[in-house]
């Protein structure tokens, strides 16, 4: 394991939240923000360790609640749990199918914002709620579902590409070679 | 020892939130600004980015266009000093009655423009960032406006950027006036319609209010936040609530919350 996966992931959290608060396209025609930190925490807790993990989910909430209303640190646990979840049973997760990416990404984008604002109204927060909520949650889980498995496809090329692979060890020995023609 | 890895990593996060929500709110603020303005060269680079087919489109722009625009603006801006000439002396004429009146002289408004740069990441608020900070003079709850109408109130003021809650956000409450002969008063609240910005409700009207489909609604100046007579909107319906105790109103605001690129900022 080697760093290059960890930074990668917060610099895509960090561009992630900005992108949210700064590009509201999204927001104009469906009338709702895809939240990406979920996403991310899914490509994190199927490929990454425990550490990056607790990274993603302190960092990735203290920016998302640093640009938004949220009292500071709101999001921090339910991005955790869920991918502390998903981390607990990573070894009986189809990782590389990208439906079990679609279903998972689904699941912690439905997840996330619920659990927030379920600590929202624990805090005694009023957030802006109504029966419009419901699709907005209906955009993000669906937003968040397709995006699963491009952001793994995403980080897949990216290690590829940038980071280091494990060494593969040859079946070629040298003193079993065998010599051909006369000595 | 894995697991023990797994459960340390678990009660590390949960005490590091706990930690945070136990601060004092001048040290969470604090601390908000400190990680917000982590994305400060991203602000500038978007900026930027911004002004780069603003300049490219400036260079391409014919020189007869140009000139034309100018000729229209030089018009406007004679029109304008005439109706400005008009204003000043009933102003002073206004100044005048009101010193015989031994009424408060109104204090003028001053006004600062401001560039919407971020909207709230959550789809449970309704706020924007500005670019207008402490450094430009801008303090918590100066009102918010475009030249249609009242848009939020100042929230949180950071050094060169400042958070505004918008209308229709749990956090902003207007007092209102309804321009009808009666003259009814409520507040402007939470819409409780996450996805229409344009609507807002007026509450807390009396019972016995009659509200007409397209009659003004203006800040009535009660609550000292919001001076008197901005436009707000105009009722779209009502009905009485609660058994008939008090009246609520569906009001479209004038200003339009979905794209603010621009918004004055209200120094009183």
């Known amino acids: 394991m080697n760093a290059f996966r960890t930074i990668l992931i917060l610099a895509a959290a960090f561009l992630a939240v900005f992108g949210e608060a700064a590009f509201p396209l999204l927001r104009h025609w469906l009338g709702a923000q895809v939240d990406l930190l979920p996403v991310l925490m899914v490509y994190t807790a199927l490929n990454a360790d425990i550490v990056t993990l607790s990274l993603l989910a302190g960092l990735g909430g203290l920016w998302f609640d640093a640009l938004s209303a949220n009292p500071l640190g709101v999001s921090i646990l339910p991005l955790f749990a869920v991918g502390f979840v998903i981390y607990l049973q990573r070894e009986l997760i189809l990782r590389e199918l990208p439906f079990a990416q679609f279903v998972l990404g689904a699941a912690a984008c439905a997840g996330v914002p619920a659990l927030s604002v379920l600590l929202l109204l624990t805090d005694g927060q009023e957030p802006l709620l109504g029966w419009g909520s419901l699709w907005q949650w209906l955009v993000m889980t669906v937003g968040g579902a397709v995006a699963t498995p491009i952001a793994f496809e995403f980080f897949n090329r990216c290690q590829h590409a940038l980071g280091y692979q494990p060494r593969t060890e040859t079946s070629f020995r040298p003193d079993r070679e065998i010599q051909r023609g006369r000595q | ?268």
């Open chain 2, 1 to 268: 020892m894995l697991r023990k890895k797994h459960y340390l990593a678990l009660g590390a996060v949960t005490l590091a939130v706990l930690l945070i929500f136990s601060l004092p709110p001048r040290a969470t603020s604090r601390l908000k600004l400190a990680a917000s303005s982590l994305f400060l060269p991203l602000f500038g680079l978007l900026n930027t980015a911004q002004q780069v087919p603003a300049g490219a489109a400036n260079a391409i722009m014919p020189r007869r266009a140009l000139l034309k625009e100018i000729g229209n603006l030089q018009l406007e801006n004679q029109q304008l000093r005439i109706q400005s000439a008009q204003a000043a002396a009933m102003a002073r004429e206004n100044d005048q009655l009101r010193a015989q009146l031994g009424w408060q002289r109104q204090v003028p408004w001053k006004l600062k423009l401001a560039t919407v740069i971020l909207r709230d990441p959550a789809n449970w608020w309704r706020t924007v960032q500005i670019d207008l900070g402490s450094r430009d003079g801008v303090r918590e709850n100066l009102p918010v406006l475009t030249p249609d109408g009242l848009v939020g109130r100042v929230s949180s003021v950071g050094f060169a950027r400042s958070q505004v809650v918008l209308l229709g956000d749990p956090g902003c409450h207007v007092s209102a006036l309804v321009q009808n002969p009666a003259h009814d008063i409520g507040i402007i609240s939470a819409s409780g319609r996450p996805i229409d910005s344009s609507l807002v409700d007026l509450t807390y009207l009396s019972g016995n209010a009659v509200l007409k489909p397209g009659e003004n609604v203006i800040t009535s100046g009660e609550g000292e936040i919001f001076p008197p007579g901005i436009p707000l909107g105009q009722i779209v319906d009502s009905r009485t609530v609660e058994f008939g105790l008090y009246t609520e109103a569906r009001v479209k605001l004038s200003a339009n919350l979905g794209a603010l690129d621009q918004v004055w900022v209200l120094f009183k």
